[in-house]
């Protein structure tokens, strides 16, 4: 099994802001692949917090997590997550946005700090190292404080290409699902996600 973490925050108020890109891009694999999100009460002998929704795949074997806590929260639900499939690092899979990445481009990472990103710090912090993949989404800087940038929401022109993004991500974590090459992956979706780099 694999498992995918779409990071964000809960409640509706927080819903299509950009610190919830990750929930974004999970809900659009689930909804592509025809999977419904329940609760934690769906898994077999899962005993610890059941801050999340989550939606199974069986083909390929997969579990697709939107955590409900605050991001900064996000290793309480990780780590106990990654200890019930009994999986290492490796195969998890963690959906962030990324203020140091231009709008809407995606960066796939074997590993790496938290880059500041307090989600990542707190997954760090729970699984006691960084040796995990990540999928960046880049959401552009503002000059406001950070803080209010990350939970507002995007402009209609921005919508657009983000949306083509949340697309594009959620392709390039159905092959890692699908193949478990990460390598590949990063290889065959860098490409192509340079590429359009170069044609703007």
Partial sequence: MRLVFGLGNPG????STRHNVG???VGF???????L???SSTLERYEGPGAFQC???FDPDALLVKPETFVNRSGTVVAPLARWADVGVERLMVVV??????????????????????GLKSIIESLGTDRFPRLRVGIGRSPTEAARHVLSRFSESEREVMERAV??????????????DLEQCMSRFHSRWNQGDEQQ
């Avoid at 509706?12 to 819903?15: C, D, T």
């Avoid at 946005?97 to 700090?113: E, K, V």
């Fill in 167 to 180: 697309a594009e991500a959620a392709e390039a974590l159905f092959f890692w699902l699908r193949t478990g």
């Fill in 37 to 39: 999100f329940g609760s």
């Fill in 23 to 25: 929930h974004d891009v």
């Fill in 97 to 118: 946005d990324d203020m140091d990445l231009p709008l809407a481009h995606l960066r796939i990472r074997p590993h790496g700090s938290s880059g500041g990103h307090n």
């Fill in 55 to 57: 939606a199974r795949s």
């Fill in 12 to 15: 509706r108020e927080y819903e």
């Fill in 29 to 35: 694999l689930a909804r592509r692949e025809g999977l």
